[in-house]
């Protein structure tokens, strides 16, 4: 069964790096999300893309972060300047149509610590 | 704004037990979905369930069973003869516009033996 892949699975990095959060989304499939967990907390929305654009993001989306489909297949996720606060679980997902419209099928996500 | 309310935070129960998960919306939408995913211990969220706003049909699928009712705005969850495996945090979530989902903050159940 086709599924959404994330990596690393784990990420450490020193505050103020930048990181880039990689997924292979489902192949068929035309929207892409991210979505953040801190530890303990809910799922929070960060951001949509379709058509190599960002078709919704939240507020938690600000300029240090960025979104990018490079190829046919990776859709990536680049935080410029890691803060402490940054420290959570990062889920991509993707769905075939429209989100709510289509279910949104989650990858394993990416643990990032931020030191 | 969307909001979703699990209002129990744990849920400890016995194997085989029948266990109830609750989940109230908030949302002035009239057409929107609401879903259900299992978080479990090694962290991947994993889809369960979608329901649109029209469609209040309760659902059945092996020992797990969903009821919506619009009129108390409610998308409650029951797991059935509960076992081990169920052990997982369960989250609801709501559609907001087309492209987001809004979670709750997640049920954490305990199945012990």
């Known amino acids: 069964e086709p599924e959404v892949t994330q990596t690393p699975s784990h990420q450490v990095t020193q505050m103020g790096q930048e990181v880039i959060l990689r997924c292979v989304p489902i192949?068929?499939?035309?929207?892409f999300y991210w979505y953040r967990q801190i530890l303990g907390q809910k799922v929070e929305f960060l951001v949509s893309?379709?058509?190599?654009?960002?078709?919704?993001k939240s507020e938690i989306f600000d300029d240090q972060f960025s979104v990018e489909r490079p190829d046919g297949s990776n859709f990536t996720l680049k935080i410029r300047s890691t803060k402490l606060e940054d420290s959570a679980m990062y889920f991509c997902?993707?769905?075939?149509?429209?989100?709510?419209?289509?279910?949104?099928?989650f990858g394993p996500g990416t643990r990032l610590l931020v030191l | 704004a969307q909001k979703v309310t699990q209002a129990q935070t744990e849920i400890s129960v016995v194997e085989k037990e029948d266990v109830t998960l609750d989940c109230v919306y908030e949302?002035?939408?009239?057409?929107?979905?609401l879903f259900w995913y299992k978080q479990p211990p090694s962290g991947e969220l994993v889809f369960l369930i979608r329901?649109?706003?029209?469609?209040?049909q309760n659902e059945i699928s092996g020992r797990y069973s969903w009821n919506f009712q619009k009129s108390t705005s409610s998308f409650n969850f029951t797991i059935t003869a509960s076992q081990v495996v169920d052990s997982a945090v369960y989250f609801c979530?709501?559609?907001?516009?087309?492209?987001?989902?809004?979670f709750g903050t997640g049920t954490r159940l305990l199945v012990s033996p």
């Open positions: 949302t002035r939408d009239t057409t929107y979905y």
């Open positions: 997902a993707s769905s075939e149509g429209e989100g709510a419209l289509e279910t949104q099928y």
């Open positions: 979530a709501l559609s907001q516009g087309f492209q987001k989902l809004v």
């Open positions: 329901r649109n706003s029209f469609d209040e």
């Open positions: 192949s068929n499939h035309l929207y």
């Open positions: 893309f379709y058509n190599n654009e960002i078709s919704e």
